[in-house]
């Protein structure tokens, strides 16, 4: 039997207390534990970013980071980019540039997006592509993506 | 994954004793960019996993003194890929940190476990070579420091010893002028490991220090004092005397699904030279 070891986390910004499996990482939790199933297992080896989410203020693989490791910190998934109901911007453009097909590597997508864009609010197109170049999209929506990031880019410079 | 047991030591001492008391059982965890890989395919079977990022003496920091530069061995790629301090001292390490895998990658990988896994095809390795870095190391027996050339010795084999823990890496901060620059060859851009990793680093004194990786079962570092590859009009034959001695060694595997052997003989001459003119470019203007 696997001795559970006992974790907290902040999901979402809501405390959670766990047990968890040393082996399990921070996907399997995320997903199996807590219900947050928009963060998708895909390669399993950190190639796709399928699984991306925020860990302390910075993307990771959660594929690659056991639960247990993320103890004390604080996580962010999509589900907590925007209100439930409601669509981020970022999110918002997505769908307005057509840069969902399938979905499944989406939240991912999004995810490495809204981090790029936190560090650098006006990326160029090299810039979008080296900050994505950890997701990969099977469907091919590259340059939707890419479309997407910048028209979101520009929408929050109009703002200012 | 395969079920093992996980430990958090707070205090270096027990870390030494942990890996020490269990041995190959043991294997040490910083970013788990390539150990949770081999713990999930079976390639690594632990029964220990020792965390090490909550040890005070292994928490990311980068800092100069002493004439030298230290990276305590949590620190990541993404960290040492945008510091100051590294880009203006040692460029080649910068350039090759921000290479390394993808910002999800790079967030969490560090450069003590990129040493550590000794994979032939590490970015980070030849900058480091050509630096003349060392790693420091707690164990058993107390503190030492390893020049890194005398770490590697084979694919994902170091020379470190039962019980012992990296603590930082060092290097020596350049004497005088440097041009340096680290290239390498993928198959595609992006988020893909090298074909050919190469780094060079040649001085006001036309020395040449340039080491390159993923041709053999380590990188390799070569020093060339003939003055040669630093001569800008070094007549065509004396630099391909230079490149016949400094890839002499180079003994790129025939089973890689990367890239053949003959591609990556070729393509070490290649970035030989695309580095030497990009380092001379370097050294004139610093």
Known sequence: MTKLLPIELTVNGSARSLDVAPHHTLLDVLRD????????????????????????GRIVDSCLV?????DGGEVATIEGLAPPGHLSRLQQSFLDEGAVQCGYCTPGQVLAADDLLRRNPRPTVAEIQEGLAGNL???????????????????????L | MRSFAYERPATLPDAVALLDRHGAGARVLAGGTDLIIRL??????????????????????IEVADELLRIGAGTVMADIASDVRVGRHFPALAEAAAVVGSVQIRNRATLAGNVCNASPAADTLPP?????????????AGLRRIALDDLLARSGTTTLRRGEVVTAIELPLPI??????????TRRSGHDLASVTLAVAIDDAGVTRLAY??????????VDHTGAFADPHAPEAALQEVFDSMFAEARPSPRSMRAGPEYRLAM??????????AALDRLWES
Do not use: F, W
Request: hydrophobic fraction near 40%; aromatic fraction near 2%.
């Open chain 1, 137 to 159: 999209c099977r469907c091919a929506c590259y340059e939707q993506i890419t479309q997407a990031v910048l028209a979101t880019s520009r929408a929050a410079s109009d703002d």
């Open chain 2, 40 to 61: 999930r395919d079976g390639t690594c079977r632990a029964t220990l996993i020792v965390d090490v990022k909550r040890i005070p003496e292994l928490l990311p920091k």
């Open chain 2, 176 to 185: 005088g002028r440097v041009g340096a620059t680290h290239v390498r060859r």
């Open chain 1, 33 to 56: 534990e807590l219900g947050l199933t928009g963060t998708k297992e895909c390669c399993l080896v950190g190639e796709c970013g399928a699984c991306t989410v925020r860990l302390n």
């Open chain 2, 128 to 140: 480091l070579l050509i630096y003349g870095a060392s790693v420091v190391a707690m164990g058993p």
């Open chain 2, 213 to 222: 990786g993923s041709v053999g079962p380590r990188p390799l570092l070569v």
């Open chain 2, 268 to 277: 070490l001459r290649v970035l030989a030279r695309r580095a030497r003119q």
């Open chain 1, 66 to 70: 056991l639960a247990v490791e993320a």
